[in-house]
C-alpha cells in the first residue's frame, strides 16, 4: 500500500470545518439554554405578577364594602357609601318624580311607535363580551311565566369590544344592537327601556379620574343610545359584577367595584339638572330618566346572597357565567325586576 502525503490545505480545511461545526453546535446548545431560562424567568416573573395581584386584589375587597350597603360602609378613598348622593340608597326627590312619570308612560307599542295593546315592550341590554347570552336565557325564562308581561322583550346587546369606548365610538356597535333588534321583531321605535352594564377597561389608580372618566365615557354612551332609540323612557344603570376571581389580568379589581361610583356621578348630574338629553336631541318623545339598575357587585361568594355566585357559575376566566351561572343570574334578574320599586311596574303583568 503507498502511503499519499496529506495535502497540509486539505487538513487544515478538515480541522477548521470541525471547528466551525463545534461551534455551531455550542451556539446552539447556548440558545436553548438562553430559551429555556427565558421561559423559566417569564414563568417565573408571571406567577410573581399574579400572586402580587392576586395580593392587592384581596387587600382591596377587604376594604370594599357594597356600595348599597350604607349601614356598614364608611369611606372608602374618600368616597361615601349610597347607590346615589348624600349617603342614600333613593333617587332625590324630583328624580322619583320624574322616574315615576316616566314608568307610568310605559305601554305595548306598536312598529310605528303608537300606543297599541298587541303591541310590544323592548328592552335593549348593552353589555361586555362575557355577559353574552345572559338576556336570552332571562328572555326564555320570563316568557314562561304568567306573572310577566307579555309584550316584554329583551334584546341582547353585548359586544367583543371589552371597553366602553366601542360604544362611545362605533357606528357599527348601534348598527349592529339595531339589527338585534329587528331580529326580534321589533322596530327600534318600540324600544322603551335600555339597560347599561359596561366595564371601564382603562383603569386609572386614582379614582376621581377613574369617576370622572367613566361617568362621561357613560353619558357619551347614553347619548348614543337615545339617538337609536328615541322612544325611550328609562335608562337603568348597572356597574359590573365583581372581578375578584378574574384569570384576565387586563381586568381585575378595584375596577369592577369602582365603576359603581361613576354610575352614580351621571345620575347626579341628571339630578342637578346639568344633564339634559331633550335639548340637543329633538327626536326624542320626552326626557328619559336614569335611575340605579340591579347592583350586582358582591364581595361574596358563597352563592347565598341575591348576585352571589360560586366558583362553578363561572367558566375557566372567572368572568363569564357557566350555563349553571346564567340560569341562577335570570332567577336573581326575575326577583330583582318584580319587586324593584322603578321596574315592577312595566315588568310584572297588570
Do not use: C, H
Not at 369617576?211 to 323612557?233: D, G, H, M, T, W
Amino acid at each position: 500500500m503507498v502511503d499519499y502525503p496529506v495535502n497540509p490545505v486539505t487538513q487544515n480545511e478538515v480541522l477548521k470545518n470541525n471547528s466551525v461545526d463545534r461551534l455551531k453546535i455550542f451556539k446552539m446548545i447556548l440558545s436553548g439554554v438562553i430559551l429555556i431560562t427565558l421561559i423559566v424567568l417569564v414563568l417565573v416573573y408571571r406567577n410573581k405578577k399574579e400572586d402580587d395581584i392576586e395580593s392587592a386584589q384581596a387587600d382591596i375587597i377587604a376594604q370594599a364594602v357594597e356600595l348599597n350597603n350604607i349601614e356598614e360602609f364608611s369611606l372608602y378613598k374618600e368616597q361615601s357609601g349610597g347607590l346615589y348622593q348624600g349617603g342614600s340608597n333613593q333617587p332625590q326627590l324630583a328624580q322619583r318624580v320624574k322616574i315615576q312619570k316616566q314608568l307610568e308612560q310605559i305601554q305595548p307599542l306598536n312598529g310605528d311607535g303608537v300606543a297599541d295593546s298587541s303591541g310590544k315592550i323592548g328592552i335593549v341590554f348593552v353589555g361586555d363580551p362575557y355577559t353574552k347570552g345572559e338576556i336570552e336565557v332571562l328572555n326564555d325564562y320570563v316568557q314562561q311565566d304568567s306573572n310577566v308581561d307579555p309584550s316584554l322583550v329583551f334584546i341582547d346587546g353585548s359586544e367583543d369590544k371589552f371597553d366602553t369606548s366601542y360604544w362611545e365610538k362605533s357606528l357599527f356597535a348601534w348598527e349592529n344592537l339595531a339589527q338585534n333588534v329587528i331580529n326580534e321583531n321589533l322596530t327600534t321605535k318600540q324600544v322603551q327601556i335600555i339597560w347599561i352594564n359596561l366595564s371601564l377597561a382603562d383603569y386609572e389608580v386614582n379614582l376621581e379620574d377613574n369617576i370622572a372618566n367613566y361617568s362621561q365615557s357613560l353619558e357619551k354612551i347614553i347619548k348614543n343610545a337615545l339617538v337609536n332609540f328615541p322612544n325611550s323612557r328609562v335608562v337603568y344603570l348597572s356597574s359590573p359584577r365583581s372581578a375578584s376571581n378574574s384569570k384576565d389580568l387586563e381586568y381585575i379589581e378595584p375596577n369592577s367595584y369602582e365603576s359603581a361610583f361613576g354610575v352614580r356621578e351621571v345620575i347626579k348630574r341628571q339630578e342637578e339638572g346639568s344633564l339634559k338629553f331633550k335639548e340637543n336631541n329633538q327626536m326624542l318623545d320626552s326626557e328619559p330618566v336614569l335611575v340605579w339598575g340591579p347592583y350586582i357587585w358582591t364581595k361574596s361568594y358563597d352563592g347565598v346572597k341575591d348576585f352571589s355566585y360560586t366558583s362553578d357559575n363561572y367558566e375557566d376566566d372567572g368572568l363569564t357565567f357557566s350555563t349553571s351561572g346564567k340560569q341562577r343570574f335570570a332567577v336573581d334578574l326575575y326577583e330583582f325586576w318584580s319587586k324593584y320599586e322603578y321596574g315592577k311596574s312595566w315588568f310584572l303583568a297588570n
